[in-house]
Nanobody, 124 residues
């Protein structure tokens, strides 16, 4: 079992930066790959970034490449999502999720554990 708690969301202006955090507890965090997803109203949940167990391999959706950076600190059981140059279309609830595979996967069905989400709202 893994419990995940996101934080760091809020109301920001276009062009601002934000860092989301996801604190994990309950199991061997370092053995899981992690993903950040987002879901905007009326849209499907989408994977925006993922990271392998060690942090050596990362994935980014095309829509966020160059603006989002995923990282993890296994000593703190935390995964981060640094977001820069925020756009109104980044407005969504952001979720972190854990996958038992040590290497990231893009299939949302592979992510077994989810946080409650944190709202990011970007005003123009």
């Amino acid at each position: 079992q893994v419990q995940l708690v996101e934080s760091g969301g809020g109301l920001v202006q276009a062009g601002d930066s934000l860092r989301l955090s996801c604190a994990a507890s309950g199991s061997t965090f370092s053995s899981y790959s992690m993903g950040w997803f987002r879901q905007a109203p009326g849209k499907d949940r989408e994977l925006v970034a993922a990271i392998s167990w060690s942090g050596s391999s990362t994935y980014y959706a095309d829509s966020v490449k160059g603006r989002f950076t995923i990282s993890r600190d296994n000593t703190k059981n935390t995964v981060y999502l640094q977001i820069s140059s925020l756009k109104p279309e980044d407005t969504a609830v952001y979720y972190c999720a854990a996958d038992r595979s040590p290497w990231w996967r893009t299939d949302v069905r592979m992510y077994e554990y989810w946080g409650q989400g944190t709202q990011v709202t970007v005003s123009s």
